[in-house]
């Protein structure tokens, strides 16, 4: 079936350095994909989004970058912090269109290294 | 704004229990849904709402049940608890479709 899913489970990095979190994705008719980071013992919290018309989307500290040739996506986090320790998912609106929710990845792990 | 609000946090039940897990949120989305989340695993889609009055099922709805009378509520019920009901459940709402919004999550085990 098709499905979201990250190339690493885990993700370790020095303080100060930047992160790049990657996805893959399969279904070609998603047009709309968001990252969340889901910190311990907490619900997942909108971090950027970006649609299929696009190829990059910045917000604060964090870029979003958009591969539709080879179905892939990725986060880059500048200059991480101690507070980016988190799980990161990626998550696609599958058919494209549908109220059905998201489909999730199962998820980075990212380490901040002192 | 309080967001989205989950009750209760933890419940440990018994197989073959029932309990209501409840979602308010006060932001006035359309779209409210139920996600569980299995260790070391992404959400899974149970059901889900897009308004007062209609609801539907997800990837996983089976052993569960919703309703949503009202904007704000959105409360998921597990008839017969099974160990395979084991797991945190998150409810999120939106506005749109896409951007939601999560609780803090409840954290269940049947035992």
């Known amino acids: 079936g098709e499905s979201v899913g990250l190339h690493l489970p885990t993700l370790s990095v020095q303080e100060g350095d930047n992160s790049i979190i990657n996805c893959a994705y399969s279904?070609?008719?998603?047009?709309?994909f968001i990252w969340y980071k889901q910190e311990s013992g907490k619900g997942p919290q909108f971090i950027i989004d970006i649609r299929s018309n696009m190829d990059k989307r910045q917000g604060q500290r964090v870029t979003v970058l958009l591969n539709k040739t080879v179905k892939h996506l990725s986060l880059q986090i500048a200059a991480t912090q101690p507070g980016d320790s988190a799980v990161y998912f990626c998550?696609?609106?599958?058919?494209?269109?549908?109220?059905?929710?998201?489909?999730f990845g199962k998820g980075t792990h990212l380490i901040i290294q002192p | 704004n309080a967001g989205v609000t989950q009750t209760p946090k933890f419940r440990i039940l018994k197989i073959g229990q029932s309990m209501t897990l409840q979602c308010t949120q006060d932001?006035?989305?359309?779209?409210m849904y139920w996600y569980r989340q299995d260790p070391g695993m992404g959400l899974k889609l149970i059901y889900y709402?897009?308004?007062?009055?209609?609801?539907d099922k997800g990837e996983v709805p089976n052993g569960y049940n919703v309703s949503r009378s009202t904007t704000e509520d959105f409360p998921l019920r597990l008839e017969l608890a099974a160990p395979s009901q084991t797991s945190v459940y998150f409810c999120?709402?939106?506005?749109?479709?896409?951007?939601?919004?999560f609780g803090p999550g409840t954290r269940l085990t049947v035992t």
């Open positions: 709402s897009v308004g007062a009055g209609i609801t």
């Open positions: 279904n070609s008719a998603s047009d709309y």
């Open positions: 998550a696609e609106n599958g058919s494209g269109g549908g109220a059905d929710g998201l489909t």
């Open positions: 999120a709402s939106s506005q749109q479709v896409y951007e939601q919004y």
């Open positions: 932001m006035n989305h359309n779209y």
